[in-house]
């Protein structure tokens, strides 16, 4: 599905088109070249996205028990 009918369809539902305002910028032919809508939840305070998983592990321990790493080549 491309953009525009994703826009469309964005539009026409009233619970997503209410929260928040999508502004679209055209080239000189009309197709639409950027796509912009301000975030609806606010900024952390501290930290980065690179500790958002060590922050939901450390409040819910239970839910998120599931870990993996490589393992070396021509190791077990």
Known sequence: ?????????????SDLASRARTETVRG???TIRE?????LAPR?????TADLPFTN???APARW???GRRRPAGGR
Not at 35 to 39: E, I, K, V
């Open 1 to 13: 599905m491309g953009v525009r009918k994703d826009l469309k369809r964005a539009k026409q539902r």
């Open 28 to 30: 000189a032919d009309g």
């Open 35 to 39: 796509a912009r809508t301000p975030p």
């Open 44 to 48: 952390p305070t501290t930290g980065s």
């Open 57 to 59: 592990a450390a409040e």
């Open 65 to 67: 028990s599931c870990a």
